[in-house]
T-cell receptor, first 116, second 111 residues
Framework: NAGVTQTPKFQVLKTGQSMTLQCAQD?????MYWYRQDPGMGLRLIYY???????DKGEVPNGYNVSRLNKREFSLRLESAAPSQTSVYFC???????????????FGAGSRLTVL | DAKTTQPTSMDCAEGRAANLPCNHS???????VYWYRQIHSQGPQYIIH???NNETNEMASLIITEDRKSSTLILPHATLRDTAVYYC????????????FGEGTQLTVNP
């Protein structure tokens, strides 16, 4: 099992450019998440999708859009990148339902984005 | 979500038990305690979770006080590879939605 796969692993953008971070999970999880982590800081939730067809804002949604394409895939789009969006982005998924472990998150390896 | 308080950093000698505390005095009856860790530059990794009883798995033990206002994650025989940031999170089990991470505890295991 691959678990949670993120692409790309590294990306350098110029200010104003757009890009999409892709995330896919093969665990049949209902819930998916996008977090960002700035150097020396904790994780901050950008957006999440509790189930297929739904998305909700997290703590820091400004400047981002998301699409829950299907149950497996959850993409994060930067429409006009800014230097403040330089960060490591982590995608995660969780079962979302069930008697136990609904909120146990499995994380991807991260996507390192630099905006110049 | 109940707020959690953890020490910023802790040190532990290799081979000794590492005991990481977490305060969650506003926890409600249906909220679980989750522990994750993040080894430098990697994605966070789930360790263990529990409601009121003590829990143990192959990675660690979780001790929750009787009043559930605090808990301790125990790594019984810490190794250098256990050096990481450890996050304590409190959340309802069945919500299946947002999980908010705090600052965590930087555990350094020394040789």
């Amino acid at each position: 099992n691959a678990g949670v796969t993120q692409t790309p692993k590294f990306q350098v953008l110029k200010t104003g450019q757009s890009m999409t971070l892709q995330c896919a999970q093969d665990m049949n999880h209902n819930s998916m998440y996008w977090y960002r982590q700035d150097p020396g800081m904790g994780l901050r939730l950008i957006y999440y999708s509790a189930s297929e067809g739904t998305t909700d804002k997290g703590e820091v949604p400004n400047g981002y859009n998301v699409s829950r394409l299907n149950k497996r895939e959850f993409s994060l789009r930067l429409e006009s990148a800014a230097p403040s969006q330089t960060s490591v982005y982590f995608c995660a998924s969780s079962p979302g339902t069930g008697d136990s472990g609904a909120n146990v998150l499995t994380f991807g390896a991260g996507s390192r984005l630099t905006v110049l | 979500d109940a707020k959690t308080t953890q020490p910023t950093s802790m040190d532990c000698a290799e081979g000794r038990a590492a005991n990481l505390p977490c305060n969650h005095s506003t926890i409600s009856g249906n909220e679980y305690v989750y522990w994750y860790r993040q080894i430098h530059s990697q994605g966070p990794q789930y360790i263990i979770h529990g409601l009121k009883n003590n829990e143990t798995n192959e990675m660690a033990s979780l001790i929750i006080t009787e009043d559930r206002k605090s808990s301790t994650l125990i790594l019984p025989h810490a190794t250098l590879r256990d050096t990481a940031v450890y996050y304590c999170i409190v959340r309802e089990e069945t919500s299946g939605s947002r999980l908010t991470f705090g600052e965590g505890t930087q555990l350094t295991v020394n040789p």
